[in-house]
T-cell receptor, first 113, second 115 residues
Framework: AQTVTQSQPEMSVQEAETVTLSCTYDTSENNYYLFWYKQPPSRQMILVIRQEAYKQQNATENRFSVNFQKAAKSFSLKISDSQLGDTAMYFCAFPNAGNMLTFGGGTRLMVKP | ETGVTQSPTHLIKTRGQQVTLRCSSQSGHNTVSWYQQALGQGPQFIFQYYREEENGRGNFPPRFSGLQFPNYSSELNVNALELDDSALYLC??????????????FGPGTRLLVL
């Protein structure tokens, strides 16, 4: 079974600084997607960014970018120019066969003013 | 474009009762997945529906059941509620073709408390 590991239960960053959240996964598949979701205190799970494994170029969405290392099975999320609204739980997710997401345990990010 | 909606937002039940949670998928989406999220943990996959049939199931007992309707909306039913069923229940919809195929978009969730 695929597993997803987020090794940082909590992190903090000063407003306007850059922070990187780590994620590793285990799979024997070759073509797949990887996702980062954000869950603020309002609890709605919001898609942050998506990476397609067959694409060598790292995905970028405004201040959010990923560092995808397929051989190392690593998928980290970099948040640049952190804002107070980035305070949330962040989950890395990997789809099993049939697009059933397996989530990591999450990283609680606190952005400090 | 209407996003994923869920009802109710909160629910309180007693042990042994039955509950039905509802989800309307995002416009253009044909697949619905349900997840259970216990406090302080990541979501756990319950099951997925595609073309009104169950398309995969996680490690949940048969008292967790579901339906998908022709308009792609879905229900999650839980019978014989147990205290451990207290959680946030998340619904997500996706589509099987298009630029964001296989990307799941989540609703706001239903918070269930079993007393």
């Amino acid at each position: 079974a695929q597993t997803v590991t987020q090794s940082q239960p909590e992190m903090s960053v000063q407003e306007a600084e850059t922070v990187t959240l780590s994620c590793t996964y285990d799979t024997s598949e070759n073509n797949y997607y990887l996702f980062w979701y954000k869950q603020p205190p309002s609890r709605q799970m919001i898609l942050v960014i998506r990476q397609e494994a067959y694409k060598q170029q790292n995905a970028t969405e405004n201040r959010f970018s990923v560092n995808f290392q397929k051989a190392a099975k690593s998928f980290s999320l970099k948040i640049s120019d952190s804002q107070l609204g980035d305070t949330a739980m962040y989950f890395c997710a990997f789809p099993n066969a049939g697009n059933m997401l397996t989530f990591g345990g999450g990283t609680r990010l606190m952005v400090k003013p | 474009e209407t996003g994923v909606t869920q009802s109710p937002t909160h629910l309180i039940k007693t042990r042994g009762q039955q509950v039905t949670l509802r989800c309307s998928s995002q416009s253009g989406h044909n697949t619905v997945s349900w997840y259970q999220q216990a406090l302080g943990q990541g979501p756990q996959f319950i099951f997925q529906y595609y073309r009104e049939e169950e398309n995969g199931r996680g490690n949940f007992p048969p008292r967790f059941s579901g339906l998908q309707f022709p308009n792609y909306s879905s229900e999650l039913n839980v019978n014989a509620l147990e205290l451990d069923d207290s959680a946030l229940y998340l619904c997500a919809s996706s589509r099987t073709s298009g630029g964001d195929a296989e990307t799941q978009y989540f609703g706001p969730g239903t918070r269930l408390l079993v007393l």
